[in-house]
T-cell receptor
Framework: DQQVKQNSPSLSVQEGRISILNCDYT??????FLWYKKYPAEGPTFLIS???IKDKNEDGRFTVFLNKSAKHLSLHIVPSQPGDSAVYFC??????????????WGLGTSLAVNP | KAGVTQTPRYLIKTRGQQVTLSCSPI?????VSWYQQTPGQGLQFLFE???????NKGNFPGRFSGRQFSNSRSEMNVSTLELGDSALYLC??????????????FGPGTRLTVL
């Protein structure tokens, strides 16, 4: 059962336009969400995060929006650049039964930004 | 500060063999998490070690095991390899357990191919 879902395996956007990557989750206990970016042959790198007490967090060209009632978050990249072409992973964090934090990952969305 | 290092980067084994992968976290980080990445399954959490203790465990069979040393270096072992174990194995370090609200820093991964 996939608790964190990225329903679009791939996305293609024109350079300079907005890229919107979506992520849905099912567990209402998730209280922290993160986005990671992964280039081929490299490990994922942290991009941006958001706590469940917020509905928006912005860092330069990257903004994450959280809609808790819909259990949905999205990552906006404006303007998109060719160097943004990568796989983007959404991850959600909560405490498990042993009171330890655990990260649950989505399957990723491959973004292609075309010049 | 040096990043997360993983050795070896590439490995080819045959079915039935066993393999040991190594991960050195960022200096000062005490948490090491292991992930398996396959094309159709995204990032699957294996286990997390913090201060030499396993704190979290994913849903992998007992053939997958790990340990962490006093210097925070971690090893992952897979016994009786199966073809389906072919994947990219990623190690991530963080300063706190569970990744929590701070980011995880990933190594480049070990590409394991089982023939």
């Amino acid at each position: 059962d996939q608790q964190v879902k990225q329903n679009s395996p791939s996305l293609s956007v024109q350079e300079g336009r907005i890229s919107i990557l979506n992520c849905d989750y099912t567990n209402s206990m998730f209280d922290y969400f993160l986005w990671y970016k992964k280039y081929p042959a490299e490990g994922p790198t942290f991009l941006i995060s958001i706590s469940s007490i917020k509905d928006k967090n912005e860092d330069g060209r990257f903004t994450v929006f959280l809609n808790k009632s819909a259990k949905h978050l999205s990552l906006h990249i404006v303007p998109s650049q060719p160097g943004d072409s990568a796989v983007y992973f959404c991850a959600a964090s909560s405490f498990n039964a042993g009171n330890n934090r655990k990260l649950i990952w989505g399957l990723g969305t491959s973004l292609a930004v075309n010049p | 500060k040096a990043g997360v290092t993983q050795t070896p980067r590439y490995l080819i084994k045959t079915r039935g063999q066993q393999v040991t992968l190594s991960c050195s976290p960022i200096s000062g980080h005490r948490s090491v998490s292991w992930y398996q990445q396959t094309p159709g399954q995204g990032l699957q959490f294996l286990f997390e070690y913090f201060s030499e203790t396993q704190r979290n465990k994913g849903n992998f069979p007992g053939r997958f095991s790990g340990r962490q040393f006093s210097n925070s270096r971690s090893e992952m072992n897979v016994s009786t390899l199966e073809l389906g174990d072919s994947a990219l194995y990623l190690c991530a370090s963080s300063s706190q357990a569970g990744g929590t609200n701070n980011e995880q820093f990933f190594g480049p991964g070990t590409r394991l191919t089982v023939l």
